[in-house]
Every structure is written in C-alpha cells, then in structure tokens.
C-alpha cells in the first residue's frame, strides 16, 4: 500500500516539473515574439517617417532640379509601390528600390551647389538621412531578434512547444539587390 | 546580449559583497576599539557602518542622476536645438532597442566629453559637451552615443552607483575613525589604556594597531576593486558601441580626437562620477599610456588600438579575440556564455570628408550649440550675415549692422 503511494507522489512530482518546464517554455517563446513584433513595428515607424519625408524633400528640390524631371518621377512612383507593400518580402524589395532611387537622386544632387547650401534642404537632408540609417538599425535589430526567435523554435527541446502551439518560423528583413547589402551607404 | 547583463550582474553583486564585507569588517573594528575591545562595541560599529551606508543610499536613489546633471550644469534639450545630436541619438536607441527615448542633456564645456546616467534604461539620460559636437563629425558621434547607450543597456549607471555609494562610505568611515585616533591621542587617551588590567591592555593594543592598517587599507582596496570594475565596463562598452554600429573606426577617431584634445579637463567632474565618462575627464599631461592601477578607465591607446584591430567584424567574440590580440592578456574580458554564435558584419564610412576646421571656426561653432540652447533666435540676412539674438532682447526688430536691412524676429513673445 505504502509503494504505491510513493510511486504515485514520484508521478505527481515529476507532472508538476513537466508542466512547469513547459509552461516556462512557453512564456520564453511568447516574449521573443513580442521583442520580434516589437522590432517590425520600429521598421514599419521609420519607413512611414520615409515616405512622409520624400515629398517634402521633392518640393524643396523641384524649384533647383528643372531637368531632373525622371529621378523625381522615380523617386515618386518607388515611394507609393512601398507604400502600397503589405508583406515582409513584398515590402523589403519595394523599399529597396525606394533607397535606390533616393541614392541616385542624392548623386544628382552633388551638381547643384546652390541647392546644396539651402537650409531647408539641409534640414529635409539630416532628417532623411537619419531615417535611413534609423530603418538600418531597426533591420538590424530585427533580424537580431528574429535569429534568437527563429534558433528556439527550431532547437531541442523547446522546438516541441513551439511545434504543440503553432509557433512558426518568421523571415528576415533582406535586401534583394548586392549593391545595397552594404547599407547604410547612402551618403549624404 | 541578456547574457551579457546577467553575467555583469553576478560579477557586481560578487564584487559589490566583497566591499560590503570590507566595509562591515571595518565598521567591527573601529565599534571594537572605542569600546575598548568588546564585541558588543563591534556590532554596534557594524549598525553605524550600515546606517551611513543606508542614508548614502537613499539619497541617491532618489534624485543621484539630478544631482549629476544639476552638478554639470547640463541643460535639457529637444530636437530642434541640435537636429543631428537628437538623430543620432535615437538611431542607437532603435538599434539598442531601448524602450524609450533617454533624455538628452548639452554641458557648455570646451572640452569634448559625454556620460550617460539613470538607474534603468526607462529613466536614462546622456549628457555631451558642447565641444564634443563642434568636434566630432557625424560618425564619431554616433560611436560615442553608442559606447553611452551601451553603458544604459548593461545596467553600468546602476553599479556606478551602487559601487560608488560604498566606496564613499568606507572612505568617511575610515576617515572620521583615523581622525578621531589621531585627536585622542593628543588628549591623554593613553591614560585609559594603562589604567586597565595587563592582559586586557595587551590585546587592545593589538586589536587598535589591526583597526589602524585595516582604516588605512580599507579604501585603498575599495578604490581598486572600483577602478578594476568600472576599466573592464568601459571595453565592455567600447564593444557594444562596435557591435552597434557596425563601425568601430567611429569610436576610435572619435577617442583619438578627444585624447589629443588641448581644451583642459572638465571641471565639473570628481573622483566618484568619473567612470559614468567616455574618456577619464581629469587628464594627466604626457601620460597618454597610463596603465596604473588607480585609474578609471583603460588607457585611451590601448581602447583605440582594440577598436581598430576589429577589421572581420564587430560582434562580441571579435571584441574579444581583439582584446587579447592587443593586451596580451589570457583573462577572458567577456564569459564564454555570452558569446551567442553571430556573425556582425562590418559596414562603411557614412561621411567621408573628415571634419578638420580651425580653432577659430570649432570655437564659433561651440558658441553657436550653447547659443541654441539658450533660446537664442538665428536670423539669417540676405547679405550673408547672420544675426544672433539674445532671448531676453528688447524689440520686435533689428536691422542688419552691415546692409542695414530691417529683419522681424519670429516667436517674439
């Protein structure tokens, strides 16, 4: 009689451990997601600053830049694609394109000393390439956290939570194009 | 990185034992000898060592990163004084990923520092001087927002405090003790010694002349396990800011700028908040490889040459490997547990012109950045002159002294 009771104690014992072992699993899971949420949230706030910024930065150069007219229309027509961009490949191309076309306007630029010394432009400048270089830290940062969310779900023994409450695998922030892997290199 | 903090954690508190030990063996002692070598005088020494302690404490938990800023006469300001400053701030607090935005201070001083401060990273601030910015170019200053930030995220500002606040209370404990000994014994003391019975006289004697040493190297000790600390936080620091910003040559031009800078030192640093600045604020001429033991921080060379020996990448491991390429030393600087398998590339120089203005124009330029924080409104004239004017002028108007154009002054309230 005594046995068993000790059998069953050691059982209970052992259910307790487990289901605290994995209820602390779970919890760790549940906040590298959130840090992951977090992160593409700090990138989608500083690309919304981006396209906000371009116009600004277009009217401020138009009256400079008359035979500029195609790196305008360029510069434009990448911004609404982004803006029109509703998945994390889909949006990483299209932006992209956009920090291209804006290096390439940022070359044109240089042939045009008067516009070069306008305070306003000078200001829209900063406040543009710090977005950029905000949105360099926020991927990096994402993609950090991605890489320590993405290491969990896939190690022993926390990939068998992760598989028992659907958590799934998340991409990283990647440019496509080789040139602007090196990012951030838009020189202002 | 979590790991990180929770190794520098352990350290801390191991370390932060070790001075609380020293301080309460001191407090047993000094409570022993004015009792006359009973242990009851001892417990009584530790309650006194652990009430100043206490009241050391809490004065600085409550408004120490005030008292600081206050301290440096830094002035709070927002993005509009100092557009870059501002930018460069959050770029780090983005790529930290701190949860809110640290207050930005500026201290009018000539000569190029900064230190960060607060408790928790909700509650940080970072301070520069305005000779930092009229210096540094926009590469360097992010290097030197980042090694801040670093410091913010590795909780460094907590143990500062913390370490300091002890290290404060041992130095007066044993102050106030060897003063007191030194004014008895001018005043027949030894009178009481020799009226009490042999043996008894005997051990006193012995137990004082332990008291003496032990008030003597009390501090000295604390003093060194302070500086050994807060040396090692400042590479551990250096080697957030390289894996921040992917740039370590940042950081060193930047080191490089501020330790051949002729400005004097800052004059309102002391000994205790020292550790909280980039570079030791009181400088000593011609000793550029100052490796001694009581010093706060690393010899700059030697940070300069670690940060320019990263050239595969900027992760902690290559900090590291860098560390021990430069020093020579076996000693790990960072536990093996914190080195997460990544691979941190390297990127490129954003400005490429170096910043190399005359004295004269980086002097203008320092008056100009207090100038802004000040409320000074900028009016820019037509011929090319810019005017300055002072928040408390008198007028809604003021005409250019060279065109003689009239100009409005905006937001004249």
């Known amino acids: 009689m005594g046995g068993v009771l000790v059998v069953l104690g050691i059982i209970l014992v052992v259910i307790v451990f487990l289901v605290l072992f994995i209820i602390g699993i779970y919890n760790a899971l549940v906040r590298l997601r959130n840090q992951v949420d977090n992160s593409w949230s700090q990138i989608d706030v500083q690309l919304k600053r981006r396209h906000d910024l371009i116009p600004n930065l277009v009217e401020t150069a138009k009256g400079y830049m008359k035979h500029e007219r195609g790196t305008f229309e360029a510069i434009t027509e990448a911004r609404s694609k982004a803006m029109g961009a509703n998945n994390v490949s889909d949006a990483s191309k299209a932006e992209g394109a956009l920090s291209e076309a804006l290096s390439k306007f940022m070359l044109v630029v240089e042939n045009y000393p008067e516009l070069k010394a306008n305070q306003n432009f000078l200001a829209v400048q900063e406040e543009l390439s710090s977005t950029e270089n905000k949105i360099a830290f926020a991927r990096q940062s994402y993609n950090d956290q991605v890489l320590g969310y993405n290491n969990k779900i896939q190690m022993f023994p926390s990939n068998v939570i992760a598989g028992m409450f659907s958590f799934t695998k998340r991409d990283f922030f990647e440019i496509e194009n080789e040139a602007e892997r090196e990012v951030p290199k838009v020189s202002f | 990185m979590w790991e990180l903090i929770r190794a520098n954690k352990r350290n801390s508190i191991f370390l932060m034992m070790l001075m609380a030990a ?79 935005m640290p207050k930005i201070y500026i201290i009018n001083d000539p000569a190029p520092n900064a230190f960060a401060t607060g408790r928790s990273p909700e509650t940080a601030s970072v301070a520069v001087t305005a000779g930092l910015l009229a210096r540094l170019n926009r590469d360097e200053l992010q290097g030197v927002i980042a090694h801040e930030i670093s410091h913010i995220v590795h909780r460094d500002i907590l143990f500062v405090t ?26 027949g003391s030894r009178r009481r010694y020799s009226s009490e019975g042999r043996g008894g006289g005997q051990a006193q004697i012995v137990i004082l002349i332990i008291t003496i040493i032990a008030a003597i190297l009390a501090p000295i000790m604390a003093n060194l396990l302070y500086f050994a600390l807060s040396r090692k ?39 205790v908040t020292a550790p909280m600045y980039i570079v030791n604020p009181f400088k000593r001429k011609g000793q550029m490889k100052l490796s001694d033991l009581t010093s706060t921080h690393p010899p700059i060379s030697e940070r300069i040459r670690i940060l320019r020996n990263l050239t595969h990448g900027a992760s902690f491991k290559d900090y590291s490997e860098a560390y021990s390429n430069v020093t020579h030393s076996k000693a790990a600087l960072i536990p093996n547990s914190a080195m997460t398998k990544e691979q ?57 002294p060279r065109c003689h154009k009239k100009h409005e002054i905006p937001n004249k309230t």
Not at chain 2, 162 to 184: D, E, K, N, W
């Open chain 2, 344 to 400: 941190v590339a390297l990127r490129e120089a954003q400005e490429k012109a170096a910043k190399q203005e005359r004295k004269e124009k980086q002097t203008r330029q320092i008056g100009d950045i207090m100038r802004k924080v000040n409320q000074f409104a900028f009016i820019p004239c037509a011929c090319g002159l810019t005017m300055k004017i002072p928040p408390n002028f008198k007028g809604n108007d003021v005409t250019c």
């Open chain 2, 22 to 100: 020293v301080l309460l063996s001191l407090g047993f002692l000094i409570g022993a000898v004015f009792s006359g070598g009973n242990t009851n005088g001892g417990f009584i020494g530790i309650m006194i060592a652990s009430g100043i302690w206490l009241i050391l404490t809490m004065i600085s938990f409550s408004s120490g990163d005030q008292i600081l800023l206050a301290a440096s006469r830094a002035k709070l300001v927002t993005h509009d004084v100092h557009p870059q400053l501002f930018n460069v701030v959050e770029e780090m607090k983005i790529a930290a990923g701190l949860p809110k």
């Open chain 2, 162 to 187: 913390f370490a300091g606040i002890m290290l404060g209370s041992i130095v007066l404990l044993s102050q106030v003790f060897l003063r007191g000994m030194f004014y008895s014994s001018l005043g």
């Open chain 2, 233 to 271: 936080r400042e590479y551990l620091a250096d080697a957030g800011a390289a894996r921040l910003t992917r740039y370590p040559e940042g950081l060193a031009s930047a080191l490089e700028k501020i330790s051949n800078d002729p400005a004097p030192q800052l004059d309102s640093a002391n000994k």
